[in-house]
């Protein structure tokens, strides 16, 4: 069974949009399929009609970019019309027997156009209204919120199978009025193997850090606002009053990075917060490992309620103790107090008090470790996960279409 996956980006790009699908397309592989990976003009610009990266064919759609000039809407209506184009040259060549359209609702639209006839997939991994919310590029509301939305529902409707990565986004889709039976969860997941636990820390980076002897509150991503990392920095001064050897340790960056500088040093925490700006893939883990707790702050907002992140995910695998917000995409990952804990989202009082428990009585961290790891290893794995996409492609092939039209 040859999928062809429309992507928004791919490797060698790093996101978690890009481990999540190269994850998927392992495994998928792994049962013997045959998954093939094609990017839109959202990849990036560039000539090639292909690459080879890391042992992958990567079907690309050659552009200059997507044109500035373009209003919004026309620019849109102009990426779609592109990634048809290339992905009906696509389909023609190698004949797939399903089309797997992963979110945003652009990558959908060229999908079933090109497709003549051929199955189409959509998987949503957050709706694109919400992600523009959080951007500051819209509001809830807005006419421009309004039209994603019912884009979002109209592709959800045409598409013969949905998949989605939560329980949160399920039931969102689900209220739009289409049936369980169309709606599949495909969990997030990590590969353990590729997460082995920690067992000490990198004394070389600790003495470059300054870290020694410090209880060390640690996170590793891209700077969104939606992250709650400010939050996090002005919630610092309270916790430092009862432990004062805690320092909060930032790795990577992002758009919020100088707002959160600015935070730092009008709160005097200097000294307190240690910014290391984005580090290679491979370095990663070695910041890991200087971290007593990894805090994944995030605000309650729509997207984070309904979607689950990948992060404390991987640092459960990596013998990593987590302390979450509780808010929906966290609740689906942690159960609070034995893999991992949890507080109210958005309350300062609420996180100063359960991280100061968990501080205090390091004797309980052993088990919600061993738990964390034992929940990836057996339950939150990429095989678990691709497994269920059998019964959504076997539904897509005995959904009684005519069959694919290659043309000539």
């Known amino acids: 069974m040859r999928i062809l996956h429309i992507l928004d980006h791919s490797i060698p790009k790093h996101s978690g949009y ?21 990017t839109t003009p959202r990849h990036g610009p560039g000539d090639e009609m292909s690459e080879e990266v890391e042992g992958w064919t990567i079907y690309r759609t050659p552009n200059k970019g997507i044109p500035s000039w373009m209003p919004p809407g026309i620019r849109e209506r102009w990426e779609m019309h592109v990634s048809r184009v290339r992905l009906q040259q696509v389909i023609r060549d190698i004949r797939p027997d399903i089309l797997h359209a992963h979110s945003p609702v652009l990558n959908f639209f060229p999908a079933k156009r090109a497709s003549g006839g051929i199955p189409v997939v959509y998987e949503i991994r957050a709706f694109w209204e919400d992600a523009a919310v959080d ?15 019912s884009l979002e529902t109209r592709a ?76 996090l920095i002005r919630a610092l001064p309270q916790l430092l009053e009862k432990h004062p050897d805690i320092r909060l340790l930032l790795v990577g960056g992002g758009p919020t990075e100088d707002k959160l500088k600015a935070a730092t040093t009008l709160l005097g925490l ?7 700006g984005r580090v290679p893939h491979s370095e990663v883990r070695r910041y890991y490992s200087l971290a007593d707790i990894m805090v994944y702050p995030r605000h309650s907002i729509r997207l984070t309620e309904t979607v689950t992140p990948l992060k404390p995910l991987e640092a459960m695998a990596m013998n990593r103790l987590v302390l979450a917000s509780d808010i929906g995409g966290h609740r689906e990952l942690i159960e609070d107090g034995r893999t991992g804990r949890m507080f109210r989202a958005d309350d300062a009082a609420d996180f100063t008090r359960v991280c100061s428990d968990l501080i205090q009585n ?6 919600m470790l061993a738990a964390g790891r034992d929940f990836v290893e057996n339950v939150r794995n990429w095989k678990n996960s691709v497994a269920e996409y059998e019964k959504v492609y076997a539904r897509c092939l005995e959904s009684g279409n005519q069959g694919p039209h290659y043309g000539p």
């Open 18 to 38: 890009v481990f999540r699908t190269m994850s998927i397309m392992a495994e998928q592989k792994a049962r013997g399929w045959d998954p093939v990976l094609i």
């Open 135 to 149: 951007h500051g590029s819209t509001h809830e509301g807005s006419l421009r919120y309004r039209l994603s939305r």
């Open 362 to 367: 390091r004797e309980n961290w052993q088990s």
């Open 270 to 276: 200097e000294d307190k917060v240690i910014f290391t």
């Open 156 to 231: 959800i409707r045409q598409a013969t199978q949905v998949t989605t990565i939560c329980e949160g986004l399920r039931a969102d889709i689900l209220a739009r009025g289409i049936k369980a039976d169309k709606v599949t969860v495909i969990p997030n997941a990590v590969n353990a193997d590729a997460f082995p636990p920690i067992t000490e820390k990198d004394s070389p980076l600790l003495k470059q850090l300054n870290l020694q002897g410090k209880s060390v509150l640690g996170f590793a991503g891209s700077f969104y606002a939606y992250e709650g990392l400010e939050f």
